[in-house]
């Protein structure tokens, strides 16, 4: 079992910076690939970026491309999401996620039903 705990989010005007964390406990000696999502209020649940287990592919929905940047600790079972530029359309709780892949596995996931485990989720609110 996994256990997901994430931090960072919050408040910024637009153009500004945030960065959200996400650390995984319990099962953490098994290779898993991480994304990272974002739910706005009465929408879905929608890729914002994703990253392999060894962190060598991202992917990043279009709308994101250039100003978010997706990271990951191994050592720490750690994911990072860096947003900079923000908009007020990036305003949404951001959720982490991970799942289970095999050390040999290159692939990044983009679809919620790819994913076993989630964090609480992280409101991200930006201001015009």
């Known amino acids: 079992q996994v256990e997901l705990a994430e931090s960072g989010g919050g408040l910024v005007h637009a153009g500004g910076s945030l960065s959200v964390s996400c650390a995984a406990s319990?099962?953490?000696?098994?290779?898993?690939?991480w994304g990272w999502f974002r739910q706005a209020p009465g929408k879905e649940r929608d890729i914002v970026a994703a990253i392999s287990w060894s962190g060598g592919r991202t992917t990043y929905a279009d709308s994101v491309k250039g100003r978010f940047t997706i990271s990951r600790d191994n050592a720490k079972n750690t994911v990072y999401l860096q947003m900079n530029s923000l908009k007020p359309e990036d305003t949404a709780v951001y959720y982490c996620?991970?799942?289970?892949?095999?050390?040999?596995?290159?692939?990044?996931?983009?679809?919620?039903?790819?994913?076993?485990?989630w964090g609480q989720g992280t409101q991200v609110t930006v201001t015009s």
């Open positions: 319990g099962r953490t000696s098994s290779a898993y690939a």
């Open positions: 996620a991970t799942r289970f892949t095999s050390y040999s596995d290159s692939y990044y996931y983009t679809q919620v039903t790819d994913y076993n485990y």
